[in-house]
């Protein structure tokens, strides 16, 4: 016989309310009662799943698709309206920030309170203390009320306490996306050990590398409802496409729906900008990929002294390349009054990153700008995550000294 889930869901559904001001969205849908007019929608809908014992699921989906509702219902902070939650054994949960602990208290005034929530006889609790203490790194702070830590620390103090109360089934929402990447990697590391002990373990998380390195299987939300659940690497393969492909369609409109260009001085202009990709054109890239950006422009006449200028800037205003044209090559070239200008990339170096161009033509001898088109088009580079961080590859290289002929004992 199958080992009995440590979690089994059931038809789950969690309606909320939200209460508008009176008279202003649409009658229909609104019920009039005391509180004035509200309006009800499912936030979980109809979510049935099962975890085994000593596996892990991971949760994934767009923001407000239901994954933190959904943790609170089977944590029993949420009664569902319909369907049921079955948990086996202790549960523990890191939830989002303000749910848990009590703002009042002191830090080490919620240790205690949560132990006794689970039941752990104060002895227990004693004896794991200075655990939980330290890995939170939270000792010259222990003794303050937990509403004046930051939000990192309350996370350090939730989590840790989390882990440290001997959960059969531990629950943890985003803790990722708080905390600096030194603590992160101790979160993650103390997640495996648990994973190692045969915990069972429900993780919501933006960050697929993680959820692809600890789950076993993975449910994909959106609005409220089930996408998809199965093994990691399909789901969570179904969802990065999923997501490709939207961003696709959100860069394109983006494109298509360009503004028109304006004129530029002395009828020197740009009329239009492409980037090209492996495939023709498109604003999605991977690493390494062959990159040209096309710049369409127009004169009253031939045009001659003229400098293109490019700059590639990251979302976050970081400047990723600043490349204009060659003066001394430029100065006495005459250009067709129309005509494309391309700058091209064999291999775009760029890591995983929303860029946009500024894209310029400048008269050399005064220095002047016909036309200035400001972070005007983005781009999107996606990379394989092979650790790397920054804007751009180096064509770095590691060395290592000679294998060593490794002697094998009997
Ligand atoms: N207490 C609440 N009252 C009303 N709406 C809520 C409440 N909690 C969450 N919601 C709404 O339910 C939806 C799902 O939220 P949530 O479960 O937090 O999503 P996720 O964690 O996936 O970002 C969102 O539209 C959110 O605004
Ligand atoms: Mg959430």
Known sequence: MAPRAAVEVRTLRKRFRIYHQRNQTLKQTLVKRGR????????????SLSVEPGTTLGIIGANGSGKSTLLKCIAGILPPDQGSVRVRGRLSALLEIGSGFHPEYSGRENIFLNGALLGLPRRYIQQVYDDIVAFSELERFIDNPVKTYSSGQYMRLGFSVAVHLDPDVLLIDEVLAVGDQAFQQRCLDRIDQLKAQGRTIIFVSHGLGAVRDLCDTVLWMDGGAALALGPTERVVGE???FVNAHEAARLDQEMNSRPVLPGGRAGVGITDITFLGPGGRTALFDTGDPFELRIAYTAPGPLVGARFYVSIVREDGVVALTVPTDDEAMK?????PSGVVALRIPALPLL???FRVTVGIAEIETNEWYTLLDRIYPFRVHSADRGERGVALLGQRWTLPAPERRTLTA
């Open 332 to 336: 006495d070239r005459v250009l067709p």
């Open 36 to 47: 004035g007019a509200y309006e009800e929608f499912w936030a979980v809908r109809d979510i």
């Open 239 to 241: 969802y990065v496409a």
């Open 352 to 354: 995983e990153g929303l």
